[in-house]
C-alpha cells in the first residue's frame, strides 16, 4: 500500500468545526467534548497516533482514520479521512454509520429508522457541501476534478 499524505492540523480541526457546526444546535455532548479535548492535547506530530481516531487497515497501512462525532439524531456518525483514490493525498467524507444494521420490513421501528436514515443522509450532505465551499477535498470534488481530467484528456487526443 502507497502512503498518502493526512491532512495538516488546522485543516483537520477545520472540518471538525464545519462538521460539528451542521451537527448539532448548540455544543456537542459531554462524550465528544471529551474525545476533541483529547485529541487537542495531542502534539501534532503525534495526531493520527491518538487513540480518538479508528482506524481500517489494509496491508499493514492504516486506510482510514475516523472520529465519532455523531449529530443530534444519533451519536454514531463519524467524520472520516481517506486516501483518494489511486492518489497521495486524502479525502473528507462523512459515515453515517447506520447502513450495518437495519429492523425488519414491517417492524415498528421500521419508519422511524428510515426517517433517521434520511435526516443522516441529508446532514451528510450538507456537512459535505460545506467542507467543498470551505476549499477542503471531499470524494464528490475528487469525482468530479477526475472526470474533468478523463473528459480533458480524451478530447486532447
Not at 462538521?19 to 485529541?39: E, F, I, Q
Not at 499493514?60 to 456518525?77: C, D, E, K, Q, W
Not at 479521512?81 to 489511486?86: G, W, Y
Not at 465551499?133 to 471531499?138: E, K, V
Amino acid at each position: 500500500m502507497q502512503s498518502w499524505k493526512r491532512p495538516q492540523p488546522a485543516d483537520l480541526w477545520r472540518a471538525i468545526e464545519t462538521y460539528l457546526a451542521y451537527a448539532y444546535d448548540g455544543p456537542p455532548p459531554g462524550a465528544v467534548r471529551s474525545r476533541l479535548a483529547t485529541l487537542r492535547a495531542t502534539p501534532a506530530a503525534e495526531l493520527f497516533a491518538s487513540p480518538i481516531f479508528e482506524r481500517i487497515e489494509q496491508d499493514g497501512a492504516t486506510v482510514r482514520y475516523s472520529i465519532r462525532l455523531g449529530n443530534r439524531f444519533y451519536p454514531h456518525m463519524k467524520l472520516a479521512i481517506e486516501p483518494i483514490p489511486a492518489g497521495h493525498d486524502h479525502l473528507y467524507r462523512v459515515d453515517t454509520h447506520d447502513r450495518h444494521v437495519r429492523p425488519p420490513p414491517g417492524s415498528p421501528e421500521e419508519r422511524a429508522f428510515a426517517d433517521l436514515m434520511s435526516n443522516n443522509q441529508s446532514l451528510a450532505e450538507s456537512i459535505e457541501s460545506a467542507w467543498e465551499q470551505a476549499g477542503l477535498p471531499t470524494f464528490k470534488a475528487y469525482l468530479r476534478e477526475d472526470l474533468a481530467r478523463r473528459a480533458q484528456s480524451s478530447g486532447a487526443h
